[in-house]
T-cell receptor, first 113, second 117 residues
């Protein structure tokens, strides 16, 4: 089925470790973004991309890096994990941005101990 | 700047009765507005969207929302609740600017809908 695929679904990291959350979409969407979801705070934008080679920071970018070498993939890298990064992470893609609506992946639940 | 306020963090209704989830917004632009639903351990699914066409918007699974500019509201309704509607619902505003670098979605904090059998 077409959509947004996130891996892994669950991950436990130790403080200071690094890792990459993977996101891939097969709908040829130009817009992709990463959000984190924390209790009582809704979803907050980490980074987004409007096309291959173009990325920018969202609301809460500190501690995260992204790159977009292809239209399909938009990985999120945690450089040195901290307990404050314990959260559920969602990747989303869109044909042309918010007015078209976004398709979300099923999320990655990350715990940093 | 834009913001979204979901007025109820938790709503409980009996199966077969109407559902009302309230959302107010503020935006400096002509906004686009969305409702998303999230079932447990799932991603967000688009229910419906308003993008400056008809003010009454119909979505999937019998949900509707009415855009009221004078009240800056975008409340979500359904005439008759079903057990499968139990989920978390997010109201979202987009400034709708599609030029590179400025498109932004702002999410409400969510309303958890419980359906009583």
């Amino acid at each position: 089925n077409a959509g947004v695929t996130q891996t892994p679904k669950f991950q436990v990291l130790k403080t200071g470790q690094s890792m990459t959350l993977q996101c891939a979409q097969d709908m040829n969407h130009e817009y992709m973004s990463w959000y984190r979801q924390d209790p009582g705070m809704g979803l907050r934008l980490i980074h987004y991309s409007v096309g291959a080679g173009i990325t920018d920071q969202g609301e809460v970018p500190n501690g995260y890096n992204v790159s977009r070498s292809t239209t399909e993939d938009f990985p999120l890298r945690l450089l040195s994990a901290a307990p404050s990064q314990t959260s559920v992470y969602f990747c989303a893609s869109s044909y042309g941005g918010g007015v078209y609506g976004y398709t979300f992946g099923s999320g990655t639940r990350l715990t940093v101990v | 700047a834009q913001s979204v306020t979901q007025l109820d963090s938790h709503v409980s209704v009996s199966e077969g009765t109407p559902v009302l989830l309230r959302c107010n917004y503020s935006s400096s632009y002509s906004p686009s507005l969305f409702w998303y639903v999230q079932h447990p351990n799932k991603g967000l699914q688009l229910l419906l969207k308003y993008t400056s066409a008809a003010t009454l918007v119909k979505g999937i699974n019998g949900f509707e929302a009415e855009f009221k500019k004078s009240e800056t509201s975008f409340h979500l309704t359904k005439p008759s609740a079903h057990m499968s509607d139990a989920a978390e619902y997010f109201c979202v505003v987009s400034d709708g600017i599609s030029n590179f670098g400025n498109e932004k979605l702002t999410f409400g904090t969510g309303t958890r809908l419980t359906i009583i059998p």
